[in-house]
């Protein structure tokens, strides 16, 4: 029985698999119901038991050394696939992820301001009374203050989450001396129902222009070249409105023909910043004017992407967002 185990071992030594066959009728062959090594376990049983510790030992050994050559051919089989698989086989793609539509839109304005000279300028989403209400010239009892459109953080003093970025104006102009350039671009917060249309956190971009001489002509210029810039149409109508910080006011409407859609547009808030802001930021109004415009980020995106529901931006949906992968 020993010299069958050693014929068995020199047998198995010599076994290189070209496949996974190999491997299987291999394994039949020596560990199978009637394979070599079996029926030796069989043969083993009828042995005397004088002999039975030294031929097991020996036996066990050469299944061991079985299992052993099995694996090692599986393994060195599974490593050559991968290396062919590596030379045959084309890349795997690469998923890349996609900018945010409010991005690409904020992206977007942020440039084409740039390139009149407009300097980014960050702000706090949390604010106190003065620099998102008082200091704007909207008093305590404007429809704006009311609980339900303010989301208040504290009570007396006020701390809230801004309503809107033109609190941006008062914090910089409190820092900083005219001439500014400044844009600003942040989430806002208004305490409203929730629908395909309105949200109570969306994002909006201010600009605020202080100079000597500035008139309501150079917003209407500017306005012009922004719309030409984002929609490609200068075809704009303002509509004279009320902001408590800004006289006179408009709302701006474009006219847009694009693929998406056709038709007036409004875009944004504006008008000359009121005398009043600037006594409370200590700018002198006989010396400089200004003027300041806000826009909703949404609104713009909606209308660019044809979107109908604007809780879509923030449900990040991938499904949604990949939408966006080709546009930079
Ligand atoms: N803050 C105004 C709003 O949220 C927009 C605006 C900004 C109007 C600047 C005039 C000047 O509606």
Partial sequence: MIKKIEQIHWDLKKFIANGQEDIETFKVKYLGKKGKITELFKEFKTLPSREKKYVGAELNRLKNECS????QNKYKLSKNEESLEDLTKSGKPYIFGARHPISLVKNKIINIFNQIGFTSYESPEIEDDWHNFTALNIPYYHPARNMQDTFFIEKDPDILLRTHTSSVQI????????????????RVYRNE?????????????EG????????????????????????????????????????????VDVYCELKTKTGWLEIMGCGMVNTQVFRNVDIDPDKFSGFAFGMGIERIALFLY?????RLFFENDIRFLRQFESIH
């Fill in 171 to 186: 914090r910089y102009m409190e820092k900083h001396s005219p001439p500014i350039r400044i844009l600003s671009s942040g």
């Fill in 208 to 251: 605020l222009y202080v100079d000597t001489k500035v008139s309501f002509s150079d917003l209407k210029q500017m306005i012009q070249y922004f719309t030409n810039s984002l929609f490609g149409s200068s075809r704009i109508r303002l509509r004279p409105s009320y902001f408590p910080f800004t006289v006179p006011s408009a709302e």
């Fill in 306 to 310: 044809k979107i109908g529901d604007l």
């Fill in 193 to 205: 129902a929730i629908s395909p249309r309105s949200h109570q956190m969306f994002h909006q971009i």
């Fill in 68 to 71: 052993e050559i099995i694996f």
